[in-house]
């Protein structure tokens, strides 16, 4: 692995994550008998929590469609497989790393180990990432439209971090757009590195340039690519929207297994909607700690029968802690699956007037 994800380091964030979350499930059943807890898990519907599992899972499979169709559309003989192994290992990273900075360097690490470009798995990635961002978007613009008519009304903190994460998405969807597809942003960066090359006491920085400029024209004729053929990015954001609807109905998958009817599928889907967007924001490994207070501030009045404790926990052991088990069984399983190692000969623009 490469130097910023070394295995001492992925270490050391593993167990600073289980402290973390064992932390947080100390303060979240704290004061709370234990033999309610078990008593409320005894009554839930197993059957809802298998179709919750199941539309959990659909964020894992999602991706991995999208960068399947995202790597396919470069020319690269990806499998199903394949895209599966780079979404449990981003999902992984993603969760165990401060900010989530750890899924793009270790998926574009396997990329690399499979014969896909770095350049190219960049591109896909952030795609990817962007189509999943405008989805979110879609979803957001409803919650904010409930929140100025009063439908929703979180607590103060709350509202402030929704509203916050809301801006936030909307100038993360900017930049991630700009760089895909704005030739002088890029053409600016590679000016940039050109210019720190210079500057920098390292040896043969003809090599780095020339190595620069490879992965710039390979990133921006991959760009001018999905450009020229804007339904890719349709398949793609079509798949992203179904990702963010199942993993935003857990919550109501939850509410039937528990036997709450209090509230229904709109305003259980919006209230999630906003738990993502006060969560988003904060840099907490998986959003650990600030999911569950969220959940247990905005979903007070949905659970009533049984601790609201209870209820937390097993909606995050579904829309997360099942998520980070399954991609660590699917990561070790499919590591050793096989490697693309091959390239579509495809005819890509070398020049974009963007």
Known sequence: MNTNLSKPKVLRYAMVFLVFVSFVLFLLLRGTDIRTVG??????????????????????????????????SFGYRVTFWQGMKYAYIGFFFSSVTPSSTGGQPAQLYAMKKDGIEIAHGTLALAAELASFEIAVFFMEIAAIAALIQGRIRPSGELMVLAVLGFLMNILFIAGLLAVIFSYRLKEGILRFLHMLIGKLPVGNKKKWI?????????????????????????????????????????????????????????????????????????????????????FVKLFSGVFTRHPLSVATLVNRGISFYCLLLISVVMMAVLWKYGKSGERAVISLPQKSDA
């Open 210 to 294: 020339d190595r620069f400029d490879g992965a710039f024209r390979d990133f921006q004729a991959c760009a001018d690519l999905i450009r020229r053929e804007p339904k890719v990015m349709g398949k793609v954001l079509a798949v992203s929207v179904c990702q963010v609807i199942c993993w935003f109905s857990i919550p109501y998958m939850v509410c039937l297994a528990m036997g709450e009817n209090t509230a229904g599928y709109q305003q259980v889907f919006l209230l999630q909607t906003v738990l993502f967007m006060t969560a988003a924001l904060l840099p907490f490994p998986g959003a650990a700690g600030i999911s569950e207070y969220a």
């Open 39 to 72: 008593n409320a898990l005894s009554e839930t519907s197993v059957s809802f929590l298998a179709a919750g599992i199941l539309l959990a899972e659909v964020f894992h499979l999602a991706e991995g469609i999208n960068i399947r169709i995202l790597l396919t």
